[in-house]
């Protein structure tokens, strides 16, 4: 039987147990070490702040002591196969994080993507079953959903692959399978949906949307459309997509375990839709951003029209229940945000 999440965290607090948490240094790993940390468990995180930050691994140092939790942290390289055997040694959980995202990055640079997303993480994998891991949760993406046109997204119906970055995923969850199979390990994939709040990077050419137009509407410039404003995505908090890793990696029944999960609200929202839901939470702060336009630019290549999920599965075997939509999660990361600056 799997428990609710409320149940899980009584069992944590009560037995504490030890991760590893692989990209703990950026924005979804920080946001679980968090949780983590403040359920007193003992955290490690493996990072080479490639795209994660030292204030994200100071911050979460600073978590451990004001809740008197253990709290290491590892400057090192998945794709170093003797770091991720080091790192994995004694734990009892992994929740792998670390890899390299955004799509158009992996056009510009596909081989970066397979050998930090590919190799790093057939590394993880190995180390973890030489170190006898009970369990492993790896992030997988909306991405491998590909070309399918079919709405809502179901697990067991996808396409194929529009981008390096989403061939690398769909081989990390081939992979799972294969080692759940020969080696039975207990794995499971969590295909993570449009995922957004604080601590997310709004800086860089491959920053997330939500963050990059916050970051642009602050700064007083307009935000960038690529396409119509019609395409739509199914954008998720950060607290659901916690939710889901602890769900994940703590549940003990079989049924529920090797297998890949959508991670997402069931909601879809426009990109027009998202301009105004992000306005209207922004000018209570900013007014000026009522004032300013969007500018619309060519579609990119690799992106997908809409992207949809179906969370049936998650809720059923998981017993996931998500607390935010687009809207609640919006009302705490842009207050976050801004605090901030
Ligand atoms: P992020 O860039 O903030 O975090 C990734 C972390 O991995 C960074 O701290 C980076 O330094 C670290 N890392 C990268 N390569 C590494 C390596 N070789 N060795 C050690 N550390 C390495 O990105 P995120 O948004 O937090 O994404 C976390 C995971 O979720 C990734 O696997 C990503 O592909 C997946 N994902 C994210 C989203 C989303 O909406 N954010 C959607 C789908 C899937």
């Known amino acids: 039987m799997s428990n609710s999440i409320q149940d899980v965290t009584t069992q944590l607090l009560m037995s504490p147990k030890r991760w590893l948490v692989t990209g703990g240094a950026g924005f979804i790993g920080s946001n679980i070490a968090e949780f983590l940390l403040t359920t007193k468990q003992d955290v490690t995180v493996l990072d080479n702040l490639s795209s994660g930050h030292i204030e994200n691994v100071n911050f979460l140092e600073s978590v451990a002591k004001k809740h008197n939790a253990s709290f290491k942290f590892v400057h090192g390289d998945i794709t170093d196969y ?11 959980y992994i929740s792998h994080q670390a890899a390299v995202g955004s799509v158009p990055r992996s056009i510009e640079r596909p081989l970066d993507s397979h050998i930090n997303n590919v190799d790093g993480t057939l590394n993880i994998f190995l180390a973890a079953k030489e170190s006898n891991i009970k369990r492993i949760v790896y992030a997988s ?64 050419a491959y920053a997330a949307v939500i963050p990059r137009w916050i970051k642009s509407l602050v700064d007083n410039k307009p935000v960038v459309i690529f396409g119509d404003g019609e395409t739509s995505r199914d954008f998720c908090f950060i607290k659901n997509v916690v939710q889901m890793n602890i769900l994940a990696a703590t549940t003990e029944d079989q049924k529920a375990i090797n297998q890949v999960y959508n991670v997402a609200c069931a909601e879809a929202t426009s990109l027009k839709q998202l301009y105004q839901i992000i306005v209207t939470h922004l000018s209570d702060h900013y007014p000026h951003v009522k004032n300013l336009d969007i500018t619309y630019e060519d579609f990119r290549s690799g992106d997908i029209r809409h992207s949809l999920a179906d969370i049936s599965k998650a809720e059923e075997l998981l017993k996931y229940k998500h607390t935010h939509t687009i809207s609640k999660g919006m009302s705490e990361y842009i207050p976050w945000y801004v605090k901030q600056l």
Request: aromatic letters at 10%; hydrophobic letters at 30%; charged letters at 20%.
């Open 141 to 204: 993406s909306s991405s491998v959903y590909g070309d399918s046109l079919e709405l809502p997204k179901q697990e067991n119906k996808i396409g194929t692959p529009l981008s390096p970055y989403a061939i690398t995923k769909l081989i990390n969850e081939i992979y799972a399978k294969n080692f759940s199979q020969i080696y039975q390990m207990d794995t499971i994939g969590l295909r993570y949906f449009n995922v957004f709040g604080p601590r997310q990077d709004p800086n860089g």
């Open 82 to 92: 003797k770091t991720c055997l080091m790192a994995t040694s004694n734990m009892d």
